[in-house]
């Protein structure tokens, strides 16, 4: 195991570092991430990445096999373009979560802004909590599996995939193209 300081380093820095760690070591912990955005990009591995604190906007973006573990909150856009893996958010994520993510699986415990899945094309999207307006919009494959209330216009526009929601009074929440 690995212990990685991150305060004071440039996002750069910090991703060209974890990308030379998880080829190298099994599990990662990284320290006093201060929200940094962009944070553990286009990562490829079979690594374990424990975040002691909150990541800012594309957390995981590009991810492509490791696991992520923030144990914070993150920004908008995480797991962008994600291909595989798993990134898992001990607590809650800004809006666009999982965007136009193609493969593996993000976890929220806790809950999602507006657009959470949007775009998405395959993998998992689970969120524990609620999530925003527009979930699942303009999906084109993939699960998304929701267990708190949702926002209006889920799924709008909607070609492929599956959303699970729990909320029950979803079906006044639907997108125009979404049936039940």
């Not at 099994?26 to 975040?51: R, Y």
């Not at 775009?119 to 999207?125: S, W």
């Amino acid at each position: 195991m690995v212990h990685l300081d991150i305060k004071g380093m440039s996002t750069r820095d910090v991703n060209q570092k974890l990308r030379e760690l998880i080829l190298q070591d099994d599990e990662i912990v990284v320290e006093n991430p201060h929200s940094v955005h962009n944070f553990a990009t286009a990562l490829k591995g079979k690594g374990t990445i424990t975040v002691e604190g909150s990541t800012g906007f594309y957390t995981g973006g590009f991810l492509q096999g490791p696991t992520a573990i923030i144990k914070g909150n993150t920004g908008w856009y995480t797991g962008d373009n994600m291909d595989a893996g798993e990134l898992i958010v001990e607590m809650n994520t800004g809006s666009n979560c999982g965007p136009s993510m193609a493969g593996g699986t993000i976890l929220v415990r806790g809950h999602s802004g507006s657009r959470a899945g949007w775009g998405m094309k395959g993998g998992n999207l689970i969120i524990c909590g609620n999530a925003g307006l527009w979930s699942g919009k303009m999906t084109l494959g993939g699960r998304i599996i929701i267990l708190g209330t949702v926002g209006r216009g889920i799924g709008e526009s909607m070609y492929r995939g599956i959303i699970h929601v729990l909320d029950p009074e979803v079906e006044d929440k639907l997108g125009g193209n979404v049936r039940v």
